[in-house]
C-alpha cells in the first residue's frame, strides 16, 4: 500500500519496532519511490539498530538509485535545517503487570512491532481558550465572569426549584414558600450554631438559614464560596431571612452512563513529569518509555499529561537549590528529549500547570509558539488548561488541579484529603465547576466566559498537581489524580507531602477500568 507522507512512514517504522529521526522521515517522504526506499532501508538497516537515521536513509537511496529508481535526497543536516528529530531509541525496555486496583511492580519484556490503523483513531478538543484570551483584569471582565458562571450553572438548577431572583423574594410575604439560584457569597456559622448561607444573583443578595438539627446540615461542610446552588424554604414572618428546607448543586446525574470505544485500546494517563529537578525520576521515565514499546502496551495508543512538564523557575521559595537545570528553555529542551523515548506512534495530548511558563491565573492558555517548537516531538495536540479531549468518543476533561488544594483545605477529611485526590475531585464533579472558589490559593483570570465551567458531564476527569495517585467513580463518571514523576524534594518534606511517584494509570477505553503500572 503506497505510503502517505510522513505520518504514514513514522506508522510502518514504528510498526517494525523503530524510532526515527524526522530528517530521516523527511529524506524518505521526498524519495521518488518512498515505498522502495523504505524496502531497502528496513534490508539494509543493521540488526542493532533502534533509531533510524539520516545516514541509514542516505544509504538506501543510494541503492534504490543504483538500481534505477529514485536518486538520493539532500538531507536536512546539509540544508542547515534545525529540526530535532522525531524520536531517539531505547535500551532494553522494561514492563509492569497490570492490576486492577493496585500499583504494581514492572518486570523484563521484549519490544514488539507495534501495529496501528491510524485511520481507527479519532481525536478531537474541545473548550482550549488558547489564543481567546480577552480579559483586560478591568472590573467589567470580573462581573462578566462571574454573571456567565451563574447563568450556565443556573440553568441546570432552575427546572428543580421554582426559582425567584434575590429582589423578588424580598418583596414577598412572611411565610411564603420560596426558591433562588444563585452564587454562595457568605457562608458563616451563628451564636446558636446554625449556618447563614448567603446567595447572590445578578439583582442582589439574600439570607438563607441552615439550622443545625436538619438532616441536611453536613452539606454546609462542603459549600465554598463563588459556587452556583440552588435554595428552597419558607421566609420567616418578617420576610428578612428563608429557613432552608432543601439545597441543590449543579451535580452530574446519578443516572449517567459514560461513553465508550468501540474497540479495545487504551490510554495512558500521567502528569507532573518535572523536568529540570533534581528529583525528577529519569531512570522511572525510561522504563515507563520502554514499557509503551512492549507487548502489554500494545493497546496503549493515546498519553494524555495533564501539567508540570517541568520544574520550572521561581515556584516556591529557595527552588533554585533543588533545580538540576536553571534555564526554563533548557528545561523544555530536556523534556522533549525524554518525550522522543516513548513510541512514535501514539497520539499525546499536553495541557500546562502551575510549573509551566504560562499565565497561573485559570484558565492557562496553551504554551506559546517558541515552547510548542522544542516540545514538538511526535506532533502533540497543546491545548490550554483545562479542556476536554474526546478520544474514540470518551470524553476526558483534563485540568491540572491547582483547585484540588484549595477543596483540600476547605473541607472536612473525610470528604477531600491529599491521600484519596479523587474524592475532592467528587466535588469539583458536584459543583460542576474546575475552581470555584475566587480568591484563594486559585488565581482565576476574568474572561468573557467562565472557561472553568464543566458544561457536559465528561467520561473521564483527568487532574495532577498534588503529586498523589488516587482514581475512582463518581455518578459513572472515572476520577483519575495521576501521580508525579519527581521524589519528594525539600520544599514538600516542609509541607509534609509524601508523593506517588513514577506510576502509570493506563484506561480501557472500552470498559474504562483502570490498570495502574509502576515504575520506580
Known amino acids: 500500500m503506497p505510503l502517505e507522507g510522513h505520518a504514514r512512514i513514522v506508522s510502518e517504522l514504528t510498526s517494525r519496532g523503530y524510532n526515527a529521526e524526522r530528517e530521516a522521515v523527511t529524506q524518505l517522504a521526498a524519495a521518488d519511490d518512498p515505498d522502495a526506499a523504505l524496502e531497502h532501508l528496513l534490508d539494509e538497516i543493521p540488526d542493532d539498530a533502534l533509531v533510524v537515521r539520516s545516514e541509514h536513509v542516505e544509504a538506501a537511496l543510494n541503492a534504490v538509485s543504483s538500481s534505477g529508481s529514485s536518486p538520493p535526497t539532500e538531507s536536512a543536516a546539509d540544508r542547515g535545517d534545525p529540526t530535532p528529530s522525531v ?65 450556565r450553572l443556573g440553568s441546570k438548577l432552575r427546572g428543580r426549584v421554582n426559582h425567584r431572583p434575590a429582589s423578588a423574594i424580598q418583596d414577598m410575604p412572611g411565610g411564603s414558600e420560596v426558591a433562588m439560584v444563585g452564587l454562595v457569597n457568605d457562608i ?21 438559614l441552615v439550622m443545625k438539627d436538619r438532616d441536611y446540615v453536613d452539606l454546609v461542610d462542603e459549600l465554598l464560596c463563588d459556587e452556583a446552588l440552588a435554595m428552597e424554604g419558607t421566609l420567616a414572618d418578617d420576610s428578612g431571612i428563608a429557613f432552608v428546607d ?19 485500546v487504551q490510554a495512558a494517563l500521567i502528569s ?34 495533564a501539567g508540570d512538564m517541568v520544574e520550572g523557575v521561581g515556584v516556591y521559595p529557595d527552588q533554585d ?19 522522543k523515548k516513548v513510541p512514535g506512534d501514539l497520539e499525546i495530548v499536553m495541557i500546562p500547570g502551575n510549573h509551566d511558563a504560562v499565565r497561573l491565573a485559570e484558565p492557562q492558555p496553551g504554551f506559546d509558539e517558541e515552547l510548542r517548537e522544542i516540545m514538538s516531538a511526535h506532533d502533540p495536540e497543546i491545548v490550554s488548561n483545562p479542556s ?5 468518543g470518551v470524553s476526558v476533561l483534563m485540568y491540572h488541579g491547582v483547585s484540588l488544594d484549595e477543596v483540600i483545605a476547605e473541607l472536612p477529611e473525610e470528604k477531600a484529603s491529599y491521600d484519596d485526590p479523587h474524592k475532592a475531585m467528587y466535588q469539583l464533579l458536584k459543583k460542576r465547576h474546575v475552581a470555584p472558589q475566587f480568591g484563594g490559593h486559585t488565581r482565576l483570570a476574568p474572561e468573557e466566559k467562565d472557561y472553568l465551567v464543566i458544561d457536559e458531564v465528561p ?3 483527568h487532574t495532577g498537581h498534588v503529586h498523589k ?9 472515572l476520577a483519575i489524580n495521576s501521580g508525579c514523576w519527581q521524589a519528594q524534594t525539600d520544599f514538600q518534606k516542609s509541607v509534609n507531602i509524601d508523593p506517588d511517584a513514577g506510576y502509570a494509570p493506563i484506561v480501557d477505553l472500552d470498559t474504562l477500568d483502570v490498570t495502574v503500572q509502576k515504575f520506580s
Open 188 to 208: 458563616r456559622s451563628t451564636a446558636s450554631g446554625h449556618w447563614l448561607i448567603e446567595l447572590e444573583d445578578a439583582t442582589g443578595t439574600f439570607p438563607w
Open 459 to 461: 467520561d473521564i476527569f
Open 272 to 305: 507532573d513529569v518535572h523536568v529540570g529537578s533534581e528529583e525528577f525520576m529519569e531512570d522511572a521515565w525510561n522504563r515507563f518509555a520502554d514499557w509503551l514499546h512492549t507487548e502489554q502496551a500494545r493497546n496503549v495508543e493515546y498519553l494524555l499529561l
Open 246 to 264: 432543601s439545597m441543590y448543586f449543579p451535580d452530574v446525574p446519578r443516572t449517567y452512563e459514560p461513553s465508550t470505544a468501540d474497540r479495545h
Open 321 to 339: 537549590e533543588e533545580l538540576d537545570i536553571i534555564d526554563i528553555y533548557e528545561q523544555y529542551e530536556a523534556f522533549s528529549e525524554h518525550l
Open 469 to 477: 495517585l488516587g482514581f475512582g467513580k463518581y455518578h459513572n463518571v
Open 87 to 151: 524520536s531517539t531509541g531505547t535500551d532494553a525496555p522494561v514492563s509492569g503487570d497490570s492490576a486492577t486496583h493496585a500499583p504494581v511492580e514492572t518486570e523484563g519484556s521484549e519490544p514488539i512491532e507495534r501495529t496501528v490503523d491510524a485511520d481507527l483513531r479519532s481525536l478531537e478538543i474541545e473548550g482550549d481558550m488558547t489564543g481567546q484570551s480577552t480579559g483586560t483584569g478591568e472590573y467589567e471582565d470580573f462581573v462578566s465572569v462571574f454573571r456567565d458562571r451563574l447563568e
Open 388 to 392: 476536554t479531549v474526546t478520544v474514540e
